[in-house]
C-alpha cells in the first residue's frame, strides 16, 4: 500500500515538472524575435485545436460504448 502511494506522490510531481504553462511558452516564443501578439494567437490556436481534438475522440469513444452495449435508435452512423 505505501508503495503505490509513493509511486503516486511521484507520478503527480513529475507530470508538473513536464508541463510548460502558457506564460512561460509565449515567453520562448518571444525569445525567437516573434511579437507577443503572433505568440499569444498561436498558443490559443494551439490550444483549440488540442480542444477540438478530444472533443473528437471523446465522441468517437462514446459512440463505440454505445454501439457495444446494443442501443439503437440514437442516430449514430451503423
Do not use: W
Amino acid at each position: 500500500m505505501k508503495s503505490v502511494i509513493f509511486l503516486a506522490v511521484i507520478a503527480v510531481s513529475l507530470s508538473g515538472c513536464a508541463t510548460k504553462t502558457e506564460m512561460e511558452r509565449i515567453k520562448e516564443c518571444e525569445d525567437k524575435g516573434i511579437s507577443r501578439d503572433v505568440c499569444y494567437q498561436e498558443e490559443r490556436s494551439d490550444r483549440r485545436a488540442e480542444k477540438f481534438h478530444q472533443d473528437i475522440m471523446f465522441d468517437k469513444q462514446n459512440a463505440q460504448v454505445i454501439k457495444d452495449m446494443g442501443i439503437k435508435g440514437l442516430g449514430l452512423p451503423k
